[in-house]
């Protein structure tokens, strides 16, 4: 095991010296590798109550129809679809400069075993992909794209085309993200990111990076959140917003990701914010007046109380039944002083009363 290891982070070195390890490091880098599992709608939100991160094999496909034509190709004959007039900003090259191009040309560079590309951010919104790759398979529990526009604009479905080498530097995101993989390797490094800026570890969505984010094997093992994983054919992983990652293609890559919000994940997510500031926000002091926030916290009150005239098995489809282990985890995990503030936000007021009266956390 820690051989196989050993070979893949000599390769991982040769794409990013950062990622250089010593032999001492192979067996805490073992114990660090998060293994994907059986899927099943209960770990999934077990995992998003608790915070965690989940890797799954043989999630479902999130194409609309399955058959004979394999899943890569399917993507790249609606991409090639897509005509002159769409075209998509491409980071290519070694230097990865930014350009447009249009699907097909996105799909011939891919092919190319000379080019490299990579995209992490085609969004399939309002495209015909929307035809092949349906968003709510994906993320059925999803209720981003419920909300007002403001809201609405932070699930982002995308298409992630990566050629071999490419790197997505030390970043981390503000709602809990979805990563199905069609074809292809990534390797995935994350940590909490608090944790992480204690120690130095830098993340390009927070800190000012001149070049790249500083980073350091040894620094990240000695966290005790570090983790890592590779996502291949089939799988899909589920990561929370407050992790930040660094990602690296070792095999040529394409998938759809979206960013989330669900029941089960709510509290979480809405404490998080309310306390550090959403990402989207330039000034995330100003987390108490914004829109966006205003909007999650009413689609939330909205569907909570929707759930309790439904049936238990649309409940349990949408994790209703979740909310009380999220609530235990979140005050299990969260300083007293934390929770304070959160409970007396005015984001936050409506939704916890709304729990109290269904009963679902007290």
């Known amino acids: 095991m820690n051989r196989r290891v050993g ?3 000599s390769d991982l070195e040769e794409i990013d010296p950062s990622l250089k390890i010593k032999p001492q490091m192979l067996g805490r880098l073992a114990r660090r590798q998060i293994r994907p599992q059986a899927y ?3 770990t999934l939100f077990s995992s998003m109550a608790l915070g965690k ?3 799954f094999d043989q999630y479902p ?5 399955s058959g004979p034509v394999q899943p890569v190709r399917q993507v790249e004959a609606a991409l090639n679809r897509l005509g002159h007039r769409n075209r998509f900003e491409v980071r290519c090259g070694p230097s990865e400069t930014s350009k447009y ?4 040309e996105l799909v011939e560079r891919w ?15 309002g495209t015909s992909i929307e035809q092949l790759v349906d968003p709510r398979n994906l993320s059925w529990f999803n209720l981003l794209p419920d909300c007002g526009e403001e809201a609405a604009t932070q699930e982002m479905m995308s298409l992630v085309v990566s050629s071999r080498g490419c790197l997505s530097d030390s970043h981390s995101d503000a709602p809990d993200s979805s990563n199905y ?3 292809g390797e990534k390797v995935w490094l994350f940590w909490d990111t608090f944790e992480g800026k204690k120690l130095g570890l830098e993340d390009c969505s927070i800190d000012t990076v001149l070049s790249h984010c500083s980073f350091d094997m040894a620094r990240f093992l000695s966290l005790r959140s570090a983790r890592w994983l590779t996502v291949s054919d089939g799988q899909a992983l589920f990561l929370p917003g407050e992790y930040t990652h660094k990602v690296i293609t070792t095999r040529r890559y394409m998938g759809v990701g979206s960013f989330y919000l669900s029941l089960p994940n709510s509290l979480r997510s809405l404490s998080r914010w309310n306390l550090h500031g959403p990402l989207w926000l330039e000034n995330r002091s100003n987390a108490e007046d914004d829109p966006a926030l205003a909007e999650i916290a009413q689609q939330l009150n909205h569907t909570i109380k929707k759930m309790r005239s439904r049936s238990n098995r649309f409940q349990e489809k949408l994790g209703y039944n979740y909310l009380q282990h999220a609530f235990d985890s979140w005050r299990k995990s969260t300083r007293k002083r934390q929770q304070k503030v959160v409970l007396s936000s005015s984001n936050f007021s409506s939704y916890m009363e709304l729990l109290r009266k269904v009963q679902a956390i007290y």
């Open 61 to 65: 496909s999130p194409l609309k129809k």
């Open 101 to 104: 191009l249009t699907g097909r």
């Open 111 to 125: 092919n190319s075993s000379r080019a490299r590309v990579n995209v992490t951010d085609l969004h399939i919104r």
């Open 7 to 9: 070979d893949l982070f």
């Open 53 to 55: 991160p989940v890797l």
């Open 40 to 42: 099943s709608q209960a």
């Open 181 to 183: 993989c069609f074809a």
